[in-house]
Each structure stands twice: as structure tokens, then as C-alpha cells.
């Protein structure tokens, strides 16, 4: 009569949970990757929003006071747009005017533009939550310094 050898069943418990840690730990790292590459999609698609208005805004700022264009922004949720300032530097508006710069999760892009952007009340800065925005851009004179501005409002 053979002797049965019983390892391999003995030690199939222990690669049960090898094999199952292994396999969490791979979804936990999956789950991950698929969350930064979707948050980076996500800040793609804005930035090329983005970019078609600073593009349209450049072409009214070299138009001169007076042009004026609507167009439609859809802002994802989680991220915000300034126009207008460095990140940090909103208050000293209008020094950074010709610039804007997309926020998602504490990180922040940054673009130059060639327009030099304000809000509705030519005193600060213009911000976009998330959400869609129906955008009316104007190019205007600012009579206390006489600098031109494309104002963004809604």
C-alpha cells in the first residue's frame, strides 16, 4: 500500500490567502491608477474649453473696446477656473490680468494669455465653479487706468 502524501493539501489554505492578498492589493492599485487617469482626462478636456475661450477672448481683445461673443463652459465638478490672476495672487488684480488657471484637487495649471481678463464689475478677478456656464465676454476700457479688459460674466 502507498503512503498518501497530504502537502499539497495541507498548504492550499495559506495559497488561498496569498493568492486573494495579492489580488486586492492589485485592485487597490488598479483602482488607483484608473482614478488619476480619469481625473487627468477629466482636466484635459477643460483645459481645451478653456483654451477655445482664451482663444476667442484674445481675438476680441485685439479687436478693441466695443467686440463682444457668447459662448457655452462646462466646468467638471471638483474643479474651478480664474481668469485673471496667478494661483494665490487673486488680490492683486489687475497685475496678472493676462493670466488664468484651471484648480482640481489643490493642483493648478497655469496659461498666458494675451487678453487681460476681469469680472462683471471690472474689480477682481473671474471665476468659474463647476457647473455649465452660459459666458458673456466684452471687451472694455477701464476708466480708472485706462487699460483694456475682456469682462467674463454670466
Not at 85 to 93: F, L, N, Q, Y
Not at 101 to 118: M, T, V
Not at 123 to 142: K, N, Q, S, W, Y
Request: charge should be negative; glycine fraction near 8%; hydrophobic fraction near 45%.
Amino acid at each position: 500500500m502507498l503512503a498518501a502524501d497530504r502537502t499539497a493539501a495541507v498548504s492550499l489554505p495559506m495559497r488561498f490567502v496569498v493568492a486573494s492578498i495579492l489580488l486586492m492589493a492589485t485592485m487597490v492599485l488598479l483602482a488607483t491608477a484608473t482614478s488619476g487617469f480619469l481625473a487627468h482626462i477629466r482636466m484635459s478636456a477643460l483645459g481645451s474649453e478653456i483654451s477655445e475661450l482664451d482663444t476667442t477672448a484674445s481675438l476680441l481683445y485685439s479687436g478693441g473696446p466695443g467686440s463682444n461673443f457668447t459662448m457655452e463652459v462646462n466646468v467638471p465638478a471638483g474643479c474651478q477656473v480664474v481668469l485673471g490672476s496667478m494661483p494665490g495672487c487673486e488680490s492683486s488684480w489687475p497685475l496678472d490680468a493676462k493670466n488664468y488657471f484651471l484648480e482640481y484637487d489643490g493642483k493648478h495649471i497655469i496659461w498666458e494669455s494675451r487678453a487681460a481678463y476681469s469680472n462683471k464689475l471690472m474689480d477682481g478677478v473671474a471665476v468659474l465653479g463647476p457647473g455649465e456656464h452660459r459666458l458673456f465676454m466684452e471687451t472694455v476700457i477701464d476708466p480708472s487706468d485706462g487699460m483694456l479688459f475682456v469682462r467674463i460674466y454670466e
